[in-house]
């Protein structure tokens, strides 16, 4: 890929030196953890050994009083209803809290809303199941905070609602406006920096971990999975909590990940973000787009293997039909901007198409064009979207921008939903285009790198030293470096479209390895600029330094 800019944090050379020295870490490292806004010796030790300790529910308002809530439904044998959401981070949150409260005696149920009969979020359908099955409490999770009639419907029917959520609450003048809930824990209201970008999962393990601190420990694995999947920033509490559930992916305990693993033939002890992203999570999230995600939360805490198995091969199917689903729609979507994608800041396509698949087809563009795309399922004189935005935009700033054209709308900065009149779609994608053009959103493609440096301070240590950052996704990606001046030896071309080659600079010589970079104009002996990750390869019980390269360039002097 080609970049318009390569751009490098510069740091004082005597500080870098004070930040390796303390913590023993080299100077590349160092620069790594300053270029991401890490400023004092104690923030940095604590990103690098983040421990559990540092993790105090109480901190979060409405926890103390929700625990108090709950135990006192669980004494009186009041039956509980948990009200989820058909996407990874609601089902996995759902799974937390019936697990746990089942273990704890609580006479609970779950409900997962359907994607197109329901919708997102707290629905009269809900509230007529808790009616049914004689729930006098409700437990949102990963929902709730803009429900503001639901709620007071289920409060005029005798039903309490506890609200769990994560997602922006409605402002005024700045101001959270909120549902008059019996409490409301969503850390966005409180403001703390350490727990403000929680998933939904998070935020439910929260009140999980007040309720037992010991038992909720079990649950990290389902809140890594939960997490991830809702592209959350990997930092502060979040970076906690996926660092200690990460093991429990790689060598599971619980019979559903390790099925998910086999099914979706991840083999590996050393899972990636990677494995997560393209391989587990859509499986999760696959029912809630095209089926009903209710068995997904059977499956995440069952102990019946052949329940499991049977599960997990259902999973199997629903994606592929999701996928082929996709394909079908993105090649539609393509024909569209063709005909009507006039360079325009901010991409709006609506089709009819299945409403579960857009926020899918929505991530690939900005993937292509690195602008804020909205995609549509047209329904009736309706119009269902997902949106998705690059980092840096902030999708809230456009959906408050035209709320006077929509029904609803929810979500974070850069995933959000929304639905509006089919009749508004023109006049809702010509306000978008001009909140874009006041907000001056630059769409060039820039290559942010973490660290400047030479051959001779890239080493083992330094390869070994990146695994202390891990696990990476998103607000926490793997370490880029940059090195100038680089002459190419021994360059060849490997499988289909690789680039395999040796870089030298000033006497030192690194392999280097360029996936999918066959088309990029280098040549041998000729001097370039190189971006890339250093790892070390294992093979065949050999060990060696190497460069995956990210991106490179004709030497810039």
């Known amino acids: 890929m080609q970049y318009s800019e390569w751009v490098v944090v510069k740091t004082n050379q005597d500080y ?22 890490f400023k004092d010796i104690d923030e940095i030790y604590s990103f690098l050994n983040p421990s559990m300790d540092n993790i105090e529910p109480f901190d979060i308002s409405g926890v103390y009083e929700a625990t108090r809530i709950i135990n006192e439904a669980i004494n009186s044998n009041i039956r509980i209803l948990i009200n989820g959401d058909y996407d990874a981070d609601g089902l996995t949150s759902t799974a937390i809290l019936y697990d746990i409260l089942r273990k704890r005696g609580a006479q609970v149920f779950y409900h997962i809303p359907h994607r197109i009969l329901h919708g997102y979020g707290l629905s009269m359908a809900s509230i007529e199941e808790a009616k049914r099955i004689g729930a006098k409490l409700i437990i949102t999770v990963d929902c709730g905070i803009r429900d503001f009639e639901t709620i007071e419907y289920a409060k005029k029917e005798g039903i309490g609602v506890i609200i769990t959520d994560h997602h922006e609450p409605l402002r005024i003048n700045g101001e959270p406006l909120l549902p008059d809930a019996l ?19 998070g935020v439910a393990f929260i009140l999980a971990n007040a309720l037992s601190r010991e038992e909720s420990l079990q649950y990290l694995d389902l809140v890594t999975l939960g997490t991830y999947a809702d592209m959350v920033p990997l930092t502060y509490a979040n970076r906690i909590l996926i660092k200690h559930g990460w093991e429990s992916i790689n060598s599971p305990f619980r019979s559903s990940i390790q099925m998910l693993k086999d099914i979706a033939g991840v083999n590996s002890n050393s899972i990636k973000g990677f494995h997560l992203s393209f391989c587990l ?20 805490i069952s102990d019946d293997e052949g329940e499991v198995e049977s599960l997990a091969q259902w999973l199997n199917q629903i994606n592929s039909l999701r996928q082929k689903t996709e394909e079908k729609i993105l090649a539609e979507v393509e024909e569209k901007l063709i005909k009507e994608f006039n360079d325009e800041p901010v991409i709006v396509l609506w089709g009819d198409w299945h409403p579960g698949v857009v926020g899918t087809v929505a991530s690939k563009l900005i993937d292509k064009f690195n602008r804020p795309a909205f995609v549509f399922s047209l329904q009736g004189d309706k119009a269902k979207g997902s949106a998705r935005s690059p980092l840096g935009v902030d999708l809230q700033d456009f959906l408050n921008g035209c709320k006077d054209l929509l029904i609803r709308f929810g979500g974070h900065k850069q995933a959000a939903g929304m639905t509006l009149l089919k009749d508004n779609l023109l006049a809702f994608k010509e306000r978008l285009c001009r909140i874009a053009q006041d907000m001056d959103i630059n769409d060039k493609n820039i290559l942010y790198l973490d660290a400047a440096v030479t051959f001779s301070e890239v080493t083992e ?31 060849r071309k490997v499988g289909s479209n690789h ?3 040796y870089l030298r600079q000033n006497g030192s010589t690194i392999n280097a390895i360029g996936f999918e970079m066959g088309k990029e104009n280098i040549l041998e002996g000729s001097l370039i600029d190189a971006a890339f990750t250093p790892i070390i390869n294992e093979w065949e019980g050999n060990r060696s330094l190497q460069l995956q390269l990210k991106a490179v360039r004709r030497t810039q002097r």
């Open 499 to 501: 680039l395999k080659m």
């Open 16 to 37: 870098l030196h004070y930040i390796s020295k303390s913590l023993n870490i080299s100077l590349p490292l160092s620069q790594v953890l300053i270029s991401r806004g």
């Open 461 to 491: 240590k330094v390869a070994e030293e990146i695994k202390l950052l891990e696990p990476f996704g998103e607000g926490n990606r793997e370490p880029l470096f940059g090195a100038k001046e680089l002459t190419v030896v021994n360059l």
């Open 183 to 201: 409490v409301i824990i969503n850390p966005k209201i409180d403001g703390n920096f350490k727990y403000n970008f929680l998933a939904g999962v």
């Open 281 to 300: 999570i859509p499986r999760i999230n696959a029912p809630g787009r095209i089926d009903h995600a209710k068995d997904v939360v059977r499956f995440l």
